[in-house]
């Protein structure tokens, strides 16, 4: 099983697209028939319960995966210090922001499978949304780690808003002269906030990212023909290994059924935005059983829609908390609805190059449910 285990809510940033929405004062009310959901504002903002609760629970699964996570998570390298190399049959992920990278010992950094480190494309939009600087200190600390030693999975991942042209985003960071990501994942701000009043939303998914996604789509593929190589961008390599084979699939980051989260009271929600979501509240580390924990299905309109096999319902929070309005909540539906159907029209292709051995169905495999959303 995986667990997003919140380490503290404290951040080291304040980002364009999270904390700072904190601070405005012009969002509309949640339109959402459950907006009214009960949170636990008592929840602490630090990791405050007996670490041996977490050993035990985890020892309850023959395989588990830990992934670390905030707030920023290292913030508190004391305790992914301690937890490491307190919990040997683990593996170990961490999405950060990158900032304090170099803060961990390169023996520990080396233990991570996986590490999702936030960067939204070329430096100057990095630094719009993030702060100045804040990308070549990033960098610097992905060249210091390579350098160590460190070969696990390094994924980019970008909060992609209207400044974003994603085709240029994605060329960057795959092509990028400081350091070239062969893995990317991409995850809209939409349907997060009751903000999209103050947007240029639809404008900019017809305009802009739905035509790049067919574009980036294209050339994915002509890669993979070109250089026998596939490209680990999940929101492609996900559904199409699985469109390959005619999977249907549940929720595609896995929140409440492959994936949880582990809250720094013990509680363990479905998701890690679902923080003190009481509703939502799935067990304790002190009583359940990693491997008996309820499934929390997607329902809403997700149910009678005719891609919920592909798309798995997006985002369970979404789902439930609905910020925006319905006919604003189609507009996301219909940039999931875009790249169904170019991964769709491109799949003849792709099963052409696996029947010219040009690449291989396990040319698509890939580690599920390790953080990345899949469905933008």
């Given at each position: 099983m995986y667990f997003h285990l919140i380490l503290t809510d404290d951040c080291n940033l304040c980002c364009s697209y999270c904390r700072a929405k904190a601070f405005e004062d012009d969002e509309e009310p949640t339109p959402g028939e459950?907006?009214?959901?009960?949170?636990?504002?008592?929840?602490?903002?630090?990791?405050?319960?007996?670490?041996?609760l977490l050993y035990r629970f985890l020892g309850k699964d023959p395989a588990p995966t830990?992934?670390?996570?905030?707030?920023?998570?290292?913030?508190?390298?004391?305790?992914?210090k301690t937890i490491m190399r307190s919990v040997p049959d683990c593996r170990f992920m961490i999405q950060t922001n990158g900032i304090l990278l170099d803060r961990?010992?390169?023996?520990?950094?080396?233990?991570?499978?996986?590490?999702?480190?936030?960067l939204d494309g070329k430096e100057s939009l990095t630094d719009a949304n993030r702060g100045v600087g804040v990308y070549r200190r990033v960098m610097k600390n992905i060249q210091k780690i390579h350098n160590n030693g460190y070969r696990g999975e390094l994924i980019a991942r970008i909060t992609v808003t209207e400044h974003t042209d994603i085709v240029d985003a994605i060329h960057y960071l795959s092509d990028n002269p400081d350091y070239s990501f062969s893995s990317i994942h991409w995850q809209i701000d939409a349907n997060f906030s009751p903000d999209f009043s103050h947007r240029h939303f639809a404008e900019w998914v017809n305009d802009s990212y739905n035509p790049g996604i067919r574009t980036l789509v294209q050339e994915w593929v002509d890669h993979m023909q070109e250089t026998a190589e596939v490209l680990h961008l999940y929101p492609f390599i996900d559904p199409m290994e699985d469109l390959l084979v005619k999977k249907p699939s549940l929720l595609r980051c896995g929140s409440g059924h492959e994936n949880y989260t582990i809250l720094t009271d013990g509680h363990i929600v479905p998701c890690p935005v679902m923080i003190g979501m009481k509703q939502y509240y799935l067990g304790h580390i002190a009583k359940s059983n990693p491997l008996e924990l309820p499934v929390v299905p997607v329902g809403g309109e997700c149910i009678s829609c005719k891609i919920r096999s592909f798309c798995g319902g997006r985002c369970l929070y979404s789902n439930i908390t609905q910020p925006w309005s319905a006919a604003h909540r189609q507009l996301v539906c219909k940039t999931v609805e875009n790249l169904h159907d170019a991964l769709f029209t491109a799949l003849p292709r792709v099963r052409a190059l696996i029947h010219e051995g040009k690449i291989t169905l396990s040319s698509f495999a890939h580690e599920k449910f390790n953080g990345c959303e899949i469905i933008p």
């Open positions: 459950n907006a009214s959901v009960e949170v636990d504002l008592d929840l602490s903002p630090d990791l405050n319960y007996d670490l041996e830990l992934t670390f996570y905030g707030g920023e998570p290292l913030l508190r390298c004391d305790l992914i961990l010992d390169p023996e520990l950094v080396n233990r991570f499978s996986t590490i999702l480190v936030s």
